[in-house]
Each structure stands twice: as structure tokens, then as C-alpha cells.
């Protein structure tokens, strides 16, 4: 009997291989042929997963994302209003290795992506998914007290999403300043504040 092939599985194999070398050497470093050895491929074996470069590097910058919010919704459980928010955030962040290669891998597709549409709707797709679940959790802590009415969501989203990937990208330039404790306790500070907060929206002038 042939030998059965996980396709996806696979393909994932694929896409960490593709994470390692960029985040080893950057994009310049990740050519079709470096990333077959990587993933123990004959060269040229992996046009039967992906068809192009393009689309490895899509399923790669995807797959961060995933990584992230397959973590957060094991380790939210049943955590609502600030907790949850705080749990995604804790996700996001380079705190371990692992997360620390996402982060690796991530900084360097946002140059790309700023150039390259495709990269860019996975990018704005990936935010407008933790902006809704941002939404959704300071509703609930809004309803049960735990912050004021007044607390401006799409501000409070914003800080959160600014505060989040700043996080990823100075670990990675200097480290000794902002070690894993010090990066979470930015975060909770941040939040400690946003459950005592009383914003209202500022008006932003017209240019």
C-alpha cells in the first residue's frame, strides 16, 4: 500500500520551516530552495503544496496569526471583560521562544506587507478579528461594572493594538530593556488604568 501523506500537515511543516529561515536571516535568506532543505524537500518538491512563493509566504504570515489566536482561545477559557483582553495580549507578546520567533517573523512581513496588497488584507483581516473580540469583551466589562460608560471602545481598541505590537518589535531591538516582566507589566498597567478610566471621545481636528 503507498504511504499516506498528511497533506496539511504537510504544509505546515512547510510554513515553519519558511518561519525559521526568515527569522534567522530575514526574507533574503528565504528562497524556494533554502526552504525545501529546510523542510527535508527535494528541490522543487514543494510546488506539490504551494504553487508559487507568493502563496507560501501568504499561508506563512496567515499562520502567525492562527498561532496566536489558537494559543488565546485555549488560555481564555471562560475569562471575560479585561481578563480575556488581557489573555489575547499576553499572546501576542514575545515572551517565551516561541512567541519570540513569531514576532521575529512577523516584523519582517510587515515591510513586505507594506507593499504587497495581498499581505495587506491578511494583515487588516487579522486586526479586524482582535478588534472584534476587543469589542465584544469591554461590552461585557462595561455591562458588569467593570469599567465605566464612558470608556471610549474604539480608542481603548486602538491603545491596545498600538501598545501590543510596539511590544513585539522592542523586545527584538533590545532586549535587556524590556525583558518578558517588564512587557507584561506594561500591559497590565495599561489595563489597570483602562478599568479606572472616565474617557470620553476627543475631537480630532479636521486637516
Known amino acids: 500500500m503507498p504511504k499516506q501523506v498528511d497533506h496539511e500537515q504537510r504544509r ?31 528541490n522543487g518538491g514543494l510546488k506539490h503544496y504551494f504553487g508559487s512563493k507568493d502563496e507560501l509566504l501568504v499561508a506563512a504570515f496567515q499562520r502567525t496569526f492562527y498561532r ?21 495580549c499576553m499572546e ?19 515591510d513586505r506587507a507594506a507593499s504587497n496588497p495581498v499581505l495587506m488584507k491578511v494583515h487588516a483581516d487579522s486586526h479586524a478579528i482582535w478588534r472584534h ?15 465605566r460608560e464612558e470608556v471610549a471602545t474604539a480608542l481603548v481598541i486602538d491603545e491596545l493594538l498600538w501598545l501590543t505590537t510596539g511590544l513585539q518589535v522592542v523586545p527584538l531591538l533590545d532586549p535587556k530593556t524590556t525583558p518578558p516582566i517588564h512587557q507584561v507589566r506594561i500591559v497590565d498597567t495599561v489595563l489597570d488604568r483602562i478599568r479606572h478610566l472616565d474617557r470620553r ?6 486637516d
Not at 72 to 87: E, N
Open 12 to 42: 505546515i511543516e512547510i510554513v515553519e520551516a519558511t518561519w525559521r529561515i526568515i527569522a534567522r536571516g530575514g526574507f533574503a535568506a528565504a528562497t524556494m530552495r533554502e526552504i525545501a532543505a529546510e523542510a527535508g524537500f527535494a
Open 68 to 88: 496566536i489566536n489558537e494559543r488565546a482561545a485555549l488560555a481564555t477559557g471562560d475569562r471575560t471583560g479585561l481578563a480575556a483582553i488581557r489573555t489575547l
Open 92 to 110: 501576542m507578546l514575545p515572551l517565551d521562544r516561541e512567541r519570540q520567533v513569531e514576532s521575529r517573523v512577523a516584523v519582517a512581513f510587515w
Open 133 to 147: 473580540f476587543f469589542e465584544q469583551h469591554l461590552d461585557i466589562a462595561r455591562a458588569t461594572g467593570e469599567i
Open 201 to 206: 471621545p476627543v475631537a480630532v481636528p479636521a
